[in-house]
């Protein structure tokens, strides 16, 4: 099985700040990466998929890089809007979730 | 754009068998995604991949419930379902259908008598 290690569990950031979020793969998923944001009560709404595409209308503040094994998602400006619970995910391998990253008011 | 539903019942009893229903609408199952999962979450906790099955009808199920799990297609009404057998209290959990791109908004399953 490929294992998911998300970091940090939690971040705490202010309106304006850059953030960056790391993903990490057991073994190459190549760019079969995805991240997602959830908030409470609601389903994980895809932001990224295959690493570093952006998914129609998200905006374009939020951005993915990596491939192999190390990924990462920057928010450029974080907006009080994107203050939510972030979710790495490979599909190389049937699908593995990271452990969550939420993302809250400094 | 497709969107697909979860249905079902709210309240299983233990050692009953979960049975949930996802409806594909705006379009046929059959086009874009090659398949579709499902996803659970316990109340405040991560995302668990329960497994997926393909058009065609070939599954996949997380090694962790695969002698409990059953994933079945049906094309003819745009459904997929699931069947999720002796089930416990570790259960409960919000049960998610979605494809990579788009996800039911989940419906909530209580494991209690």
């Known amino acids: 099985d490929i294992q998911m290690t998300q970091s940090p569990s939690t971040l705490s950031a202010s309106v304006g700040d850059r953030v960056t979020i790391t993903c990490r793969a057991s073994?190459?998923?190549?760019?079969?990466l995805a991240w997602y944001q959830q908030k409470p009560g609601k389903a994980p709404k895809l932001l990224i998929y295959e690493a570093s595409t952006l998914e129609s209308g998200v905006p374009s503040r939020f951005s993915g890089s990596g491939s192999g094994t190390e990924f990462t998602l920057t928010i450029s400006s974080l907006q009080p809007d994107d203050f939510a619970t972030y979710y790495c995910?490979?599909?190389?391998?049937?699908?593995?979730f990271g452990q969550g990253t939420k993302v809250e008011i400094k | 754009q497709v969107q697909p539903q979860e249905s079902g019942p709210g309240l299983v009893k233990p050692s009953q068998t979960l049975s949930l229903t996802c409806t594909v609408s705006g379009g046929s199952i059959s086009s874009g995604s090659h398949y579709w999962s499902w996803i659970r979450q316990p109340a405040g906790k991560g995302l668990e991949w329960i497994g997926r099955?393909?058009?065609?009808?070939?599954?996949n199920y997380n090694p962790s419930l695969k002698s409990r799990v059953t994933i079945s297609v049906d094309t003819s009404k745009n459904q997929f379902s699931l069947k999720l057998s002796s089930v416990t209290a570790a259960d409960t959990a919000m049960y998610y259908c979605?494809?990579?791109?788009?996800w039911g908004q989940g419906t909530l399953v209580t494991v209690s008598s």
């Open positions: 995910q490979q599909y190389n391998s049937y699908w593995t």
């Open positions: 979605a494809s990579l791109l788009t």
């Open positions: 099955i393909y058009t065609s009808g070939s599954t």
């Open positions: 073994q190459s998923i190549s760019s079969w």
